[in-house]
């Protein structure tokens, strides 16, 4: 019993990175994709004003995870980072050198520098996420078993790849919708449709690839398949989908207030990662590893329950509530003539 409850707050963890970690990732995936000097200016001193204020506290759930996969389920992770060593390798790379880039390119004096420090945190932005979602689709596809030899070509298989892919696309998605909220709220207008065109271009993307990925789980992950088409799984798939159409229309909208449409693109992404747990169950791996074998001692659990609960009285209301001054403008003011200024002495 006790194996389950922490499992559950495990893919809650799980769903909590994916929101507000991809976000960041999503930020910097525009960053990337916003052109030369000249046209990238302004979304650009956008993103790095709308990250500024909370993108270090993002990897508090990722450390969450970690903490709780290795004492939690040390089999569980054992096994993935035997059979998943290299996308994790990658991805941990990526982390470290998307906060050295983020970090440094504002106070670099020569516009060399920036330009380095700036092309570092906007691949890696891409690269993280990436890998992230192929380690979670070698769990889904049943890959990370007691039998996989560490190799670099284990991730390389539809299943891993399109929940690659599938990260990235949403990680744009929800950096698009919050820089679109954000630009409301700084009254920029037209960086505000700028990035609604790239939210609705995203999430045009994420409902393609997610019925790409449903279709390839029914031959490589039947298990998965089955969980995500029955039951729980199917109530969170739906409830994914209503929340696109939602997003969509209140993007399409272009006047609704901010905090609606973020709302619905963090429903969308944590009802998807809800359905993939709900749809392994009772698999920690699907049909390898249950729940009870790959969790530790009940004595260890126990106290990692405890634990657990002590952090979330202590941290999380700390960081909803970073979250909700961020969201509400207050701990940063930033105008329309700040963003020109800005871009102006950038050049």
Known sequence: MIADVVAVVLLLAVAAYACAGGT????????????????????????????APVWEVN??????????????????????????WLPLALAAVGIVLRGAGFALRKPAQRLAGRRLYGAVFAVSSLVTPFFLGVAAGGVASGRVTAEADPSAHAWAHPTPVLFGLLAVATTALLGAVFLAADARRFDAPDLAGYFRRRALAALGCVAVLAVSTLATTRDDAPHVWHGLTHGAGLVFVAAAAVSTLATVWLLVRGASPGAWSRGSAVVVVASAVIAWGMAQR??????????????????????????????????????????????????????DADLRRGAADEG
């Open 59 to 84: 990897n508090v759930w990722l450390v969450f995870v970690l903490v709780i996969m290795w004492t939690g389920f040390p089999v569980l992770f054992q096994r993935l980072c035997q059979s998943m």
């Open 282 to 335: 009772p698999y920690l791996v699907p049909t390898t590893l249950t729940v009870s074998e790959g969790a530790g001692a009940d004595s260890t659990l126990r106290w990692l329950g405890l634990v657990t609960l002590v952090a979330v009285v202590l941290v999380v209301p700390a960081v909803v509530l970073l979250y909700r001054l961020d969201t509400r403008g207050e701990l940063e003011s930033l105008t």
């Open 24 to 51: 960041d990732y999503g930020a910097g995936f525009w960053d990337l994709l916003a052109g030369g000097a000249r046209r990238g200016r302004r979304p650009r001193w956008l993103i790095d004003h709308a990250m």
